[in-house]
């Protein structure tokens, strides 16, 4: 019995995990394409109020981290 509860409580644990990176993978093209227009054209903050949008779930350190991703793909494709 012990063994199933802690079982439970480590599957349970990965559902809570948030990854915004993933997130971002599994979007359409044109969502992702719309991601990267707001944060090199329109600027951050519509980024930020786009992932807001997007992944209400999400948390400002998320949107950071899909910043910097989305910063070192377009130096890495230059």
Request: include cysteine; glycine fraction near 4%; hydrophobic fraction near 35%.
């Amino acid at each position: 019995m012990l063994m199933r509860s802690g079982m439970r409580d480590v599957t349970e644990g990965e559902k809570d995990v948030f990854d915004i990176i993933e997130e971002f993978s599994e979007l359409t093209p044109r969502r992702k394409v719309l991601l990267c227009d707001h944060l090199f054209t329109e600027g951050r903050q519509a980024f930020y109020n786009t992932v807001e949008l997007l992944w209400p779930q999400s948390k400002a350190q998320d949107a950071k981290r899909l910043e910097k991703f989305l910063y070192s793909l377009r130096n890495k494709s230059h």
